[in-house]
Structures are given as C-alpha cells and as structure tokens.
C-alpha cells in the first residue's frame, strides 16, 4: 500500500490536473499502518483463504424472494441507502438478465427459460482487477486474499474506478445516503456523498468467523470458498460442473463462477 515519491508526484498532478488537488491534504496519501488499520481486526476464529471465490447455483433462484432475501441481507448490513429511484440506486448485490450479465456470450440456441432468467450480480473480485490500477489514492485495493476491497475514507470521488470496472459493480452517492437508511448498523461506516461503494465479499464477516451475509441467506445458492483449497465446496463444484464466467476475454479473472441448470451445462 506504500507508495514512493516519485508515485506520490504523478498521481497529485493527476489529481491536480483533475481539480481535485485540494482534496489530497485531508484523504491524504496516508502511510500504510493507517491504511491498514482501516481494515478489521482478525480474530482466532477468523475464516482465511489464499483465493475467496463464490459459485452462483442458478437453479436455486427460482423465486422473486430468492433474490429479495439476499438482496436485504448484504443492504441491512452495509448500511447500503434506499433512493427509491433507479437514477440514484446504490448496489452492492442486485439481480440482472442474461443478455446484460454475459454480454460476450451470445448463442441464439440457448434455452429460452435461460435466455429469460434473471441472475444474481455482483462485484467479481478479480484476480486482475483494473478498478486498483485505476484508483489514484489507493482507496481501492486488493487483500492478499484476492477480494477488491475499500477505503471510504480515501476516496475522492474522481469516479475512475467505475471507468475502470467492465461489470458496472460500484455505486457512486450523488447525495448524500446517510438519511436513506432505513435501520443504521453502527458495526459497519456509512458513507458520505461523493463516495463509491460495492460489495467487499463481507470482510468484516470473515474476520469474525463467518460466511458473507449473502451466502447465509442463499439457501445454498451461493456457495464461497477458498478457490485454491482441492477440498473447498466451491474448489470442488467448480473443478467437476461447467461453469461460465462475465466476460473472460477481458482477462480480469473474476471469481464469481455460474452454474446454470443446476451445473450440468452451461
């Protein structure tokens, strides 16, 4: 997370050059304990990884409730603001169609009741993830665990992230969200207007020694994992089912895998 002089020159002429200069002495180009400490405290019991990954098991959202009970799960917890419009929506996880979901893998033969399916997105916590390369403050970085997380409080709001992101997974706040949500959770920071947020595969969960929120409220619909564990659930879907993944080409790496009809094709 440290970065040198030489780093720390060019990217406050960017920011300059942006008009965002001003912003540097109070977000700061901090040192890396401060950094750190923006992070969780990781317990005994903590669950650890070398590679989180996350299966998505579309056979078992066959409901509107299915995708509403893990939806209100991961918002209730992030303190995530309700707008009540599309024009200012914040996302973490939300549900889209087949067409937007994998929008480089057209087949005029799939089945239609695929075609028609909507499906559980989310940020894809890549292995090369360009949203990091793109942040000029660090604010968005990568744990050696391979989840793209964030530091709320670095963030200046210059939206190059979302640029960066070719799954439309970051939310900017044009307002301010704090007055939109409904039931504040006091264990997890709220943010401010000109912040951008996104899922951080429940972090702050794993360090206490449980599964994201979302997973706990699947019903079995998402299954998480180290991905580099042979005897992980997820290690071991992915090895024996098909799976598809957003946009491969792109050489991002996500790891959010898809099994479709129940995994036997994709």
Not at 101 to 107: A, I, L, Y
Not at 197 to 213: D, S, T, W
Request: contains cysteine; positive net charge.
């Amino acid at each position: 997370m440290s970065i040198n002089r030489r780093q720390f020159l060019r990217r406050a002429g960017m920011l300059t050059a942006l008009g965002l200069g001003g912003t540097i002495a109070f977000t700061g180009f901090r040192k890396k304990a401060v950094v750190e400490a923006a992070g969780y405290g990781v317990k005994s019991n903590a669950l650890k990884a070398t590679r989180w990954a996350m299966a998505v098991d579309m056979s078992k959202f066959k409901t509107e409730d299915d995708f509403k009970r893990i939806k209100e799960a991961c918002h209730s917890i992030h303190n995530v603001p309700d707008f009540g419009n599309p024009k200012d929506e914040i996302k973490w996880i939300w549900k889209d169609d087949y067409e937007h979901t994998f929008t480089s893998q057209h087949n005029k033969y799939l089945e239609e009741q695929l075609v028609d399916a909507p499906f559980m997105v989310l940020c894809n916590h890549c292995e090369n993830p360009p949203c990091v390369k793109a942040c000029p403050t660090e604010a968005t970085f990568q744990r050696p665990s391979g989840i793209v997380a964030m530091d709320f409080h670095r963030c200046i709001g210059c939206r190059f992230c979302m640029a960066a992101c070719p799954f439309g997974a970051r939310s900017f706040n044009f307002r301010d969200p704090r007055s939109f949500i409904k039931d504040v959770n006091p264990e997890f920071p709220t943010r401010t207007k000109g912040v951008v947020e996104k899922c951080n595969f429940c972090e702050e969960r794993l360090a206490e020694g449980l599964m994201p929120a979302c997973v706990e409220a699947s019903k079995g619909g998402l299954i998480f994992g180290d991905l580099d564990d042979p005897q992980s659930e997820v290690r071991k879907i992915i090895s024996s089912k098909i799976t598809i993944r957003r946009k491969p080409q792109l050489g991002t790496q996500p790891s959010i895998y898809y099994l479709v009809g129940g995994g036997d094709h994709a």
